[in-house]
C-alpha cells in the first residue's frame, strides 16, 4: 500500500487526490489545505483518508507529496519537507512554473527526491468543489526532473501519471517555462488585458456588457 501526501487541495490537488482514489482505492491518502472546510469536504466524499497539519510527522510515512499550493508556498513547504521525509519519498509539485521551484530544490540539495510536474488541464473554476476524478484523462502530464534524480523515480512518476489518464512528457525546466509561457500564459495576459479594457469602457458608456455573448463572459 503506498501513501500520498497532498499539501494544497484546490482544483489541481483534489482532481489527482480523487484520481488516485478512484483508480486506487487501497491507497492511504494525507492531505493538509489552508481551509479546515476543504479538508472536510474531503474527508466527507472520500477523497482522502486523514487531515495533516502543516508542519507533521507523518509526512515521513509518504510515498509521494504532491506540493499543490501556488508556487511560493511550495517553495517555504519544500524547506521543512526536506528533514522530514523518507529517503525513498518523492515530491512533487503542479505548478505552472518551474524556474523558481527548481532553483529551490538546487539550494536545498533535493534533487534526489524532487520531480516537478505540470498537468496540463484546468478550468475556469477554482478550489476543491470544482475538482474532478477525470480533469487529466488524455492531457499531458509535463514532468521536469533535473540533475540527480534516480531513473526509477522518473519512472515512479511517469507511472502516477498514466495513471491518471494523462500523457507524460519529460522534458528540462526550461524547456517547460519557454513553452508554456507561449501557449499559455501569455493568452492569459492578453485575455485579462482586452476584459480589462472592455470594462474600463462599458463603465464609460453604460451598456457595452449586455452585448457581450457567452465566450466573451
Same mark, same amino acid.
Given at each position: 500500500m503506498?501513501?500520498? %501526501?497532498?499539501?494544497?487541495?484546490?482544483?489541481?490537488?483534489? +482532481?489527482?487526490? $480523487?484520481? *488516485?482514489?478512484? /483508480?486506487?482505492p487501497? &491507497? !492511504?491518502?494525507?492531505? &493538509?489545505?489552508? @481551509?479546515?472546510? #476543504?479538508?472536510?469536504a474531503?474527508l466527507?466524499?472520500?477523497?482522502i483518508?486523514?487531515?495533516?497539519?502543516?508542519?507533521?510527522?507523518?509526512?515521513?510515512?509518504?510515498?509521494?507529496?504532491?506540493?499543490?499550493?501556488?508556487?511560493? &508556498?511550495?517553495?517555504?513547504?519544500? $524547506?521543512?519537507?526536506?528533514?522530514v *521525509?523518507?529517503?525513498?519519498?518523492?515530491?512533487?509539485?503542479a505548478?505552472?512554473?518551474? %524556474?523558481?521551484? @527548481?532553483?529551490?530544490v538546487e539550494?536545498l540539495?533535493?534533487?534526489?527526491?524532487f520531480?516537478?510536474? !505540470?498537468?496540463?488541464?484546468?478550468?475556469?473554476q #477554482?478550489? &476543491?468543489?470544482?475538482?474532478?476524478a @477525470?480533469? /487529466?484523462?488524455?492531457?499531458?502530464?509535463?514532468? #521536469?526532473?533535473?540533475?540527480?534524480?534516480?531513473?526509477?523515480?522518473?519512472?515512479?512518476?511517469?507511472?502516477?501519471?498514466k495513471t491518471l489518464?494523462?500523457?507524460?512528457?519529460?522534458?528540462?525546466?526550461?524547456?517547460?517555462?519557454y513553452?508554456?509561457?507561449?501557449?499559455? @500564459?501569455v493568452? !492569459?495576459?492578453?485575455? +485579462?488585458?482586452?476584459?480589462? #479594457?472592455?470594462?474600463?469602457?462599458?463603465?464609460?458608456?453604460?451598456?457595452? !456588457?449586455s452585448f457581450?455573448? %457567452? %465566450?466573451?463572459r
Open positions: 503506498k501513501t500520498i %501526501g497532498f499539501i494544497g487541495l484546490g482544483l489541481i490537488g483534489g +482532481s489527482i487526490a $480523487k484520481t *488516485i482514489r478512484k /483508480f486506487h487501497d &491507497y !492511504h491518502i494525507l492531505a &493538509y489545505a489552508k @481551509h479546515k472546510e #476543504t479538508l472536510a474531503a466527507s466524499c472520500n477523497a483518508d486523514a487531515v495533516l497539519e502543516e508542519k507533521d510527522e507523518r509526512y515521513r510515512t509518504c510515498d509521494y507529496i504532491f506540493l499543490c499550493a501556488p508556487v511560493e &508556498y511550495n517553495i517555504e513547504y519544500l $524547506k521543512y519537507l526536506k528533514d *521525509i523518507s529517503d525513498d519519498c518523492i515530491i512533487t509539485d505548478g505552472s512554473v518551474k %524556474g523558481p521551484i @527548481h532553483k529551490a539550494e540539495g533535493m534533487e534526489y527526491c520531480i516537478g510536474g !505540470h498537468p496540463m488541464a484546468g478550468s475556469e #477554482t478550489g &476543491y468543489k470544482s475538482a474532478k @477525470h480533469l /487529466f484523462e488524455n492531457a499531458f502530464y509535463i514532468l #521536469t526532473p533535473i540533475n540527480n534524480v534516480p531513473q526509477s523515480k522518473i519512472d515512479k512518476m511517469i507511472n502516477i501519471a489518464g494523462a500523457t507524460p512528457v519529460v522534458i528540462s525546466p526550461e524547456v517547460h517555462d513553452t508554456v509561457a507561449a501557449i499559455s @500564459h493568452p !492569459h495576459i492578453i485575455a +485579462s488585458s482586452l476584459v480589462n #479594457t472592455v470594462k474600463e469602457l462599458a463603465d464609460s458608456d453604460g451598456y457595452m !456588457h457581450a455573448a %457567452g %465566450g466573451f
